[in-house]
């Protein structure tokens, strides 16, 4: 996976002072490293009998849509509040200072679902734990939750336990 790591740009102090991020718009503008990372998250997820994908507002929708096509599933996004047109469920989850919220239409995934959650990034994993509790309060089923990029020293899947997670990526 270090070809895939090569690939994506490292920018020092964004958004704010001592943050690196990381810049995945190098690694979608080449064809062979956005298949070979659309290939590492849809794989695991072949044949697994997911009928729907979730994806995070808002790099989740790019490769979420992607993985849901591959493996032959439906797509539902997750947004901030007040972008979706018809009645959502909300859920409100603690960041480091304050709180922020995600919604989802509230007929996006029907009871016993089979579902897998996509997203660029695991980092604190509050947003990705949001959208779980959103995905179960609909009454579906967490399959798994995979992610392009896991930043390890965050401790994102500490947020996750219990579920399923798969990085193609670790920093």
Same mark, same amino acid.
């Not at 959502?88 to 200072?97: A, N, S």
């Given at each position: 996976?270090?070809n895939l790591?090569?690939?994506?740009?490292?920018v020092?102090?964004?958004?704010?002072?001592?943050?690196?991020?990381?810049?995945?718009?190098?690694?979608?503008?080449?064809p062979?490293?956005?298949?070979?990372?659309?290939?590492?998250?849809?794989?695991?997820?072949?044949? =697994?009998?997911?009928? &729907? /994908?979730?994806?995070?507002e808002?790099? +989740?929708?790019?490769?979420?849509s *992607? #993985?849901?096509?591959?493996?032959?599933?439906?797509?539902?996004?997750?947004?901030?509040?007040?972008?979706?047109?018809s009645?959502t469920?909300?859920?409100?989850?603690?960041?480091?200072?304050?709180?922020?919220?995600?919604?989802?239409?509230d007929?996006a995934?029907?009871?016993? =679902?089979?579902?897998? &959650? /996509?997203?660029?990034?695991?980092?604190? +994993?509050?947003?990705?734990?949001a *959208? #779980?509790?959103?995905?179960?309060?609909?009454?579906?089923?967490?399959?798994a939750?995979?992610?392009?990029?896991?930043?390890?020293?965050?401790?994102?899947?500490?947020k996750?336990?219990?579920?399923?997670v798969?990085?193609v990526?670790k920093?």
């Amino acid at each position: 996976m270090d070809n895939l790591k090569e690939k994506i740009r490292h920018v020092p102090d964004f958004p704010k002072a001592g943050i690196l991020f990381y810049d995945i718009t190098t690694l979608l503008q080449d064809p062979v490293g956005f298949r070979t990372a659309i290939d590492s998250l849809s794989l695991p997820f072949k044949d =697994q009998g997911i009928e &729907i /994908v979730v994806g995070i507002e808002s790099r +989740g929708f790019i490769f979420g849509s *992607t #993985v849901a096509d591959r493996i032959g599933a439906g797509f539902s996004p997750v947004r901030k509040p007040g972008k979706l047109p018809s009645q959502t469920v909300r859920c409100t989850y603690d960041l480091e200072y304050g709180t922020d919220c995600l919604e989802i239409h509230d007929d996006a995934v029907r009871q016993g =679902q089979r579902v897998l &959650i /996509v997203d660029d990034l695991l980092a604190t +994993g509050g947003t990705a734990r949001a *959208t #779980v509790n959103l995905v179960k309060q609909l009454g579906g089923r967490v399959h798994a939750l995979a992610f392009l990029i896991e930043l390890v020293a965050l401790n994102g899947r500490a947020k996750l336990e219990g579920e399923t997670v798969h990085a193609v990526l670790k920093y």
